[in-house]
């Protein structure tokens, strides 16, 4: 394990970049880990998982996206995974090689808890990402609803279908050709259904002018007739850092937010 501080005037956050082994894809995963400066004083802790988007690593929400000192101002811990250039967070019905929701729902967690001072309840753990990450937070939180008590998704491909030709989809899960049945099953908007009412605490948000807007609609269009509690924001913006960074702020504060009334509830 590699551990790097980062200090400035600001936040004195903990940067540490760990290899966890997969069994399921037999190699060893980059992971970005920030703990908030508080963190050897707490017992235990929640933590948000930040999935990054096409094309980047685990380096992505940390770098470009300035995440890191949310972490201390939440005093949370931060747990951004390597999902490779455009795995989607699937388990591949076509690619044995690429297993990264059972890497990240499975594996990860169970090393994170078992390494660093979390509170190992669903009620202290959230998803949420970005593009492919925000389809892939959503994915694995509706997939795994007894792992994860809040999910978000900012500018999330969180509908597929439409984009068969983009982002090397079809590597993971064939053409939707020759394979239309795992562009319905593997869509966040078609697993709506499995969705239990309060189960799970639901911020997605996406730029007005984001190519991905329509979806985002669509999918909140879908939550509403399913009567799904969630918060769904539209601001302007585009597919990009400056959308993210300031997007983030706001998911992670509704998370926290989250946190903060399950653990009052415990208590009652």
Known sequence: MLALAVCNTSWAYIRE???????????????????????????????VYLLHGHGDNNTAWDVKGNAGALADQYNIILVMPDGGKNSWYWDSPIDP?????????????SYIDSHYKTKADRTARAITGLSMGGHGAMYLAIRHQELFGAAGSTSGGVDIRPFPKNWGMSLRLGTIEEKPENWENYTVTNMVHMLKPNALKLIIDCGSED???????????????AK???????????????????????????FSNYFKSAKVEATK
Not at 31 to 42: D, E, F, G, K
Not at 97 to 105: A, G, H, I, K
Not at 218 to 225: G, I, N, R, S, T
Request: contains cysteine; aromatic residues 18%.
């Open 97 to 109: 090689t690429y297993n990264y929701e059972t890497f990240v729902s499975i594996e990860l967690i």
């Open 211 to 225: 190519f991905f807007f329509k979806v985002n609609c669509e999918f909140h269009d879908k939550l509403m007739e």
């Open 228 to 254: 799904i509690p969630h918060d769904f924001y539209v601001r302007p913006g585009v597919h990009n850092w400056d959308y993210w960074r300031n997007s983030i702020q706001y998911q992670v504060l509704f």
């Open 17 to 47: 970049t760990i290899a966890v082994k997969s069994q399921s894809m037999n190699k060893d995963v980059p992971v970005t880990v920030i703990l908030p400066n508080a963190y050897h004083s707490m017992e235990e802790m929640p933590v």
